[in-house]
Nanobody
């Protein structure tokens, strides 16, 4: 049974940084495509970043240059480093996994999800 547990969310001022963690169990994160998504109140869940099993990374335009996705295989954990945070980054952030070896920003392509962690950025 795949389980993804996010942590690291919180309240931060604009311009600050946070690092989200996604601890995986029941799956080896280095053999899966891992993604981060976010959902703001009243909005649909949207793609943030993806890390493929071959270490290729992809980012949404809104976060490119500010966010970085990475993996610690020994800890079976995926991270999302978020720098230069903006109020519009406020959302619940979700970790997700899928078995497809290519870039996909689609929510319905991911078949395992964490419970989410809240990120709030004040202006």
């Amino acid at each position: 049974q795949v389980q993804l547990v996010e942590s690291g969310g919180g309240l931060v001022q604009a311009g600050g940084s946070l690092r989200l963690s996604c601890a995986a169990s029941g799956v080896t994160s280095s053999t899966r495509t891992m993604g981060w998504f976010r959902q703001a109140p009243g909005k649909e869940r949207e793609f943030v970043a993806q890390l493929n099993w071959d270490d290729r990374t992809y980012y949404a335009d809104a976060v490119k240059g500010r966010f970085s996705i990475s993996r610690d295989s020994a800890k079976n954990t995926v991270y999302l480093q978020m720098n230069s945070l903006k109020p519009e980054d406020t959302a619940v952030y979700y970790c997700a996994a899928n078995t497809r070896p290519f870039y996909t920003p689609r929510v319905d392509e991911y078949n395992a999800w964490g419970q989410g962690t809240q990120v709030a950025v004040s202006s």
